[in-house]
């Protein structure tokens, strides 16, 4: 009930291109769905995160769409760079909790 | 630095001895995590404190580990009888908490990374 399904664990993608990222989960309780990127050897840094009552919300070239009906929710990542390597974290969430996938090593290749 | 501060960053023990971590939120933050991450995996929850309260704890926490939050400002996270399985990093995160319902953005710290022998 409690854990959140991440895939794929790597992904390698050209420069330019995009990288998507899904993340599936089945407690009905959850009402918020954040992603995380960590960098080798540092702290996880909140990216975007949504919550329940939207359905998508974009930041730049980072975009996050949620069907709650299907409990299920993707990191859309356009015109990927370099810097974008990196893992990505999943988390769904509510008051008391914050539960986070198993992660996605994004390489992107120049 | 105003961040969220962990220490020692550093712990290497022996299998049986007693470890006490140490996290010092960002001092205006009244929501304070504790998770563990071991290599390739994600950050896995192990309890949670509203100010001093212990509101959330892990049902996979060992009663060898302790948390608490004394005056609802820095958390000591203590593991008894320590085993090679508890080798991780120990990560704390802190959040402003200003919404009932979620828990609204972590700040993580360096972590705390226990090497049991």
């Known amino acids: 009930g409690e854990n959140v399904e991440q895939h794929p664990s790597t992904l390698s993608v050209q420069e330019g291109d995009s990288a998507v990222i899904k993340c599936t989960y089945s407690?009905?309780?959850?009402?918020?769905f954040p992603w995380y990127k960590q960098e080798l050897g540092k702290r996880p840094q909140l990216i975007i995160d949504i919550r329940s009552n939207v359905g998508e919300k974009k930041d730049q070239r980072i975009a996050v769409t949620l069907n709650k009906t299907a409990k299920h929710f993707s990191l859309h990542i356009t015109e990927t760079q370099p810097e974008d390597s990196a893992v990505y974290f999943c988390g769904r969430g509510s008051a008391r909790q914050l539960t986070f996938g198993s992660g996605t090593q994004l390489t992107v290749l120049p | 630095d105003t961040g969220v501060s962990q220490n020692p960053r550093h712990k290497i023990t022996k299998r049986g001895q007693n470890v006490t971590f140490r996290c010092d939120p960002i001092?205006?933050?009244?929501?304070l995590y504790w998770y563990r991450q071991t290599l390739g995996q994600g950050p896995e929850f192990l309890t949670y404190?509203?100010?001093?309260?212990?509101?959330?704890k892990s049902r996979l926490l060992s009663d060898r580990f302790s948390a608490e939050r004394p005056k609802g400002s820095f958390s000591t996270l203590e593991i008894q009888r320590t085993e090679q399985g508890d080798s991780a990093m120990y990560l704390c995160?802190?959040?402003?908490?200003?919404?009932?319902?979620?828990?609204?953005?972590?700040?993580f710290g360096e972590g705390s990374r226990l090497t049991v022998l």
């Open positions: 001092s205006e933050h009244n929501r």
């Open positions: 407690d009905s309780a959850s009402n918020y």
């Open positions: 404190f509203q100010n001093e309260a212990q509101l959330e």
């Open positions: 995160a802190s959040s402003l908490g200003t919404s009932g319902t979620h828990t609204g953005e972590l700040f």
